[in-house]
């Protein structure tokens, strides 16, 4: 007897096996092998050795007025977000597992599950729904498996207009979300860590929304930028300076912070973006220029020009009434935490974004860093500062005194002692 509990559900890699799987559709689906150009991933469902069926995932349909008043979507972000979804063009369960309870079911669930990673392995791009057609004239096909494995039917489809004139007739439309975010995110004006694949997502929903960096004021980003001098040799300087910077910035507002993912970043972008930036628009940095000209550039000076800039694009006066102090160690500096860089944030709560960053030791070493930046930071006047529990020492909280503010820690009230 058949345990479903053991099934597996693999993308297929061996060309055999696709040969395989191809002809198992040919000769068990009503419809046949759907030969198709593009993106496509095939998955066999076996029990020990034995084949149990084969699953093809397409890409989705260009329109579909179900999904689109699901998801919200407009014209637009249809156009650019239609990558994120998918349609399982076709599912066979051999005839010899008919029978079988929960069997179809549990094969769509598993396949399901994987759908996303194994797109984003294979393509670059995550994947946050996916789609089909359920045919009631065939077989009389109701789609019960499919809403075992939580897909939901949306109403019969219009009918297909083929290129000959000749209209197919409707089908029941499914739909899956691949994740409780995946409509909010498929809609949002703002890219979402569901749709970049470079950041996880955070069950706060306010800190799952990635800047689109590509359209942000260049003029305004370089002309801030321009205060930094450039460190390179005059001689052997490939890429201008204030293009490829600014290109670096943002692709980490964008949420790539590794020198791959910059750079791939980078070379994502089509040229005409690249070209805005000031960088032509067939010359693409590597990794090793990427890390070559950030690690050469002073990140203090970076670090304060990218602050009074970010501080401007909020407008801080209007909004920043919450600054925590967190000490930070980058731990790429060292192969242990005592070679580690470290620094101390003041982090703007309501912003997200650090907007004073200060070299400093880790121990004693931070807590007087703490005692130096209140009493500098001129942007901590009058403000609620939140601090660990190491910064709550005698001189610490002078400092805080003397600039009249609320104070308060992460576990307790700051009280002189």
Partial sequence: MLDISKVKVEPITDYFEREFAGDLVSRHHPLGEKRLKGRRLVYSAKYKDDWLGVLFFD???????????????????????????????????????????????????????????????????????????????????????????????????????????????????????????????????????????????????????????????????????????????????????????????????????????????????????????????????????????????????LQAVLTDWLLKTYKKELKMEVLALDGKAITATGSSAGKQVKHLNVFASELGIVINQVPTKGGSGENKTAQKVVKNDANLSNKIILADAIHTEKEFIKEVQKKTLRTSSLSKVIRQS
């Fill in 59 to 301: 890409q989705s349909v260009n329109r579909n007025k179900h999904r689109e008043s699901k998801i919200g979507w407009n014209d637009i972000q249809r156009k650019e977000r239609l990558k994120h979804v998918v349609n399982n063009s076709r599912f066979v369960v051999l005839s010899g597992c008919a029978g079988i309870k929960n069997l179809a079911s549990k094969i769509l669930s598993l396949a399901t599950n994987r759908l996303s990673s194994d797109w984003e392995e294979r393509y670059g791009i995550p994947l946050l729904a996916v789609e089909t057609y359920v045919d009631p004239a065939q077989n009389n096909n109701r789609g019960s498996c499919y809403e075992a494995a939580g897909w939901k039917n949306l109403g019969y489809s219009s009918g297909f207009e083929m290129v000959n004139g000749e209209r197919t007739h409707s089908k029941w439309y499914y739909l899956k979300a691949l994740h409780k975010d995946s409509y909010a995110a498929l809609r949002a004006d703002v890219p979402h860590a569901l749709t970049t694949g470079v950041k996880s997502v955070s069950g706060k929903s306010n800190n799952n929304y990635v800047l689109d960096a590509a359209k942000l004021d260049l003029k305004g980003l370089q002309s801030a930028l321009s205060k930094i001098p450039d460190p390179r040799k005059k001689h052997g300087q490939r890429y201008k300076f204030l293009p490829l910077l600014s290109l670096c910035v943002a692709a980490v507002l964008s949420g790539y912070t590794q020198y791959r993912q910059i750079a791939d970043w980078i070379s994502k972008l089509p040229p005409e973006t690249r070209v805005k930036f000031g960088l032509g628009g067939d010359r693409v940095p590597t990794e090793s220029t990427v890390a070559k000209f950030i690690s050469k550039i002073d990140p203090e000076k």
